[in-house]
């Protein structure tokens, strides 16, 4: 069973930084891609940041020039580097992977989550 463990949340004024980490139990070369979702309280939970096996990124417009996502791939670990924060961006933020069985049916992982706090 894929594990993915999140870390690096915590409570920061606006304008302040954040560094999410993600860890994989397995090599992350074997996922098609990883990314970073959130919640906020009362919405439904959106994409912020993916990368690709191949390195290829994608962001959310609220999140442009102000949000990095990179991996290390000798540490198993996708990182979130969040910059200029604002209470817009408060929420749980969780840690997605996908992959393929050998049937070809993809799978999709969640890590448990780490909470960020803007404070205006």
């Known amino acids: 069973q894929v594990q993915l463990v999140e870390s690096g949340g915590g409570l920061v004024q606006a304008g302040g930084s954040l560094r999410l980490s993600c860890v994989a139990s397995?090599?992350?070369?074997?996922?098609?891609?990883m990314g970073w979702y959130r919640q906020a309280p009362g919405k439904q939970r959106e994409l912020v940041a993916t990368?690709?096996?191949?390195?290829?990124?994608n962001y959310a417009d609220s999140v442009k020039g102000r949000f990095t996502i990179s991996r290390d791939n000798a540490k198993n670990t996708v990182f979130l580097q969040m910059n200029s924060l604002n209470a817009e961006d408060t929420g749980v933020y969780y840690c997605?992977?996908?992959?393929?069985?050998?049937?070809?049916?993809?799978?999709?992982?969640w890590g448990q989550g780490t909470q960020v706090t803007v404070s205006s």
């Open positions: 397995r090599s992350i070369f074997r996922f098609n891609g």
């Open positions: 990368i690709s096996s191949g390195g290829s990124t």
């Open positions: 997605n992977a996908d992959d393929y069985n050998t049937y070809h049916v993809p799978r999709n992982y």
